[in-house]
C-alpha cells in the first residue's frame, strides 16, 4: 500500500491564484482530513470529509474548498491564494478502531504564497 | 475552549537517557493520540490510547482519564528519537475530524 499521497512536495504561488492540493489513500478508509501547521502552532482542521460526497468544515476552512467524488482522492483547493495562506499543509486519513480513529498522514506540502 | 497543553516545549538529553513528555487537556476525551515528526518529514502515529498504557518497543504511553493527562516516554534514547512530538486529543463529542492538536515538543538527543 502506498498509504496516503499527497501533491505536489512544494509549491510557491502568487497572491489571487488558485491551485489544488491532491491527496489520495489507497487503504479504503472512509475519514479524511486536511490539516495545516504554523511554527507555534498545533495543527489545525481544515476541512473533513467522512465518506464520499460528504464534508464539512473544521477550525480554518475560510479560502478553501473541498470536494469527496471518490473514497480515494480529497482534494483541497485555494481559490485566490493569500500571503496568510503560506503553510505546511498535511493530509490525513483515518479508521474507527475502539474510541478512537487511527490515523494517518501524508508527507505534507509546504505551500509559499509571495 | 478545548485545549491540548505540553510541556516541556523543548527537550535535549544525553543518549541513554530515560525522556517524559506531557500532555494535559481540559475536558473528557473519547482517544488520545502520540505522534511524531521528524525534521522536515511527515508525521507517524505511535499511539492511540483511551485509558490504561501502551508500549512499543522502547516507547511507552500512559493516560490518567481522572486527571486528564498523558505521559510519553522513551526509555534509553538515541539520537534517531530526536524528532517532535505531539499529542492530539479528541474531545467528546467532537467529530472524528475534530484532532485539536498540542503545540508539540521538540525532542533532541546528543551522542
Known amino acids: 500500500n502506498a498509504g496516503v499521497t499527497q501533491t505536489p512536495k512544494f509549491q510557491v504561488l502568487k497572491t489571487g491564484q488558485s491551485m489544488t492540493l491532491q491527496c489520495a489513500q489507497d487503504m479504503n478508509h472512509e475519514y479524511m482530513s486536511w490539516y495545516r501547521q504554523d511554527p507555534g502552532m498545533g495543527l489545525r482542521l481544515i476541512h473533513y470529509s467522512v465518506g464520499a460526497g460528504i464534508t464539512d468544515q473544521g477550525e480554518v476552512p475560510n479560502g478553501y474548498n473541498v470536494s469527496r467524488s471518490t473514497t480515494e482522492d480529497f482534494p483541497l483547493r485555494l481559490l485566490s491564494a493569500a500571503p496568510s495562506q503560506t503553510s505546511v499543509y498535511f493530509c490525513?486519513?483515518?479508521?474507527?478502531?475502539?474510541?478512537?480513529?487511527?490515523?494517518?498522514f501524508g508527507p505534507g506540502t509546504r505551500l509559499t504564497v509571495t | 475552549k478545548n485545549e491540548v497543553e505540553q510541556s516541556p516545549q523543548n527537550l535535549t538529553a544525553q543518549e541513554g537517557e530515560f525522556i517524559t513528555i506531557n500532555c494535559s487537556y481540559s475536558v473528557g476525551i473519547s482517544a488520545l493520540h502520540w505522534l511524531q515528526q521528524h525534521p522536515g518529514g511527515g508525521i507517524v502515529s505511535l499511539f492511540m490510547?483511551?485509558?490504561g498504557k501502551k508500549k512499543h518497543g522502547r516507547l511507552i504511553a500512559t493516560i490518567n482519564i481522572q486527571e486528564k493527562h498523558s505521559s510519553l516516554h522513551i526509555t534509553a534514547s538515541h539520537p534517531r528519537d530526536s524528532a517532535v512530538y505531539i499529542c492530539a486529543v479528541r474531545f467528546n463529542g467532537g467529530s472524528q475530524g475534530n484532532l485539536i492538536f498540542g503545540k508539540g515538543t521538540k525532542l533532541s538527543v546528543k551522542p
Open positions: 490510547l483511551s485509558s
Open positions: 490525513a486519513s483515518s479508521y474507527q478502531r475502539g474510541r478512537g480513529y487511527e490515523q494517518y
